[in-house]
């Protein structure tokens, strides 16, 4: 599981509110895809999946205020080795 963290949003930022989630828990999404919006007094940003593969939780929901570090969300990371996908191109 990979968990999708508040990240750095620029100097003297401490935290952020949850303004818009682009993905429900159960979705399937892919690596660098927008997952939630998230805004400060100064602007509006974008976090991205780190990853691909199906969000199992919605940690920080629409509306809460959180620190930069805190955990977003969890995403259950796709499990597909490169030897499966080469078998099955074969």
């Given amino acids: 599981m990979v968990k999708v963290y508040l990240p750095e949003l620029g100097e003297g930022v401490a935290k ?11 979705a399937t999404v892919t690596e660098g895809s927008e997952l939630v919006e998230v805004s ?9 999946a780190p990853c691909s593969g199906n969000v199992i939780e919605i940690v920080a929901h629409e509306g809460d205020v959180v620190e930069i570090g ?11 080795s490169e030897s499966e996908e080469e078998a099955e191109g074969a």
């Fill in 70 to 80: 805190a955990v977003l969300a969890v995403i259950e990371e796709d499990t597909v």
């Fill in 40 to 48: 400060t007094d100064k602007a509006t940003f974008n976090v991205p």
């Fill in 16 to 26: 952020a509110t949850v303004s818009y989630w682009y993905v429900e828990e159960g």
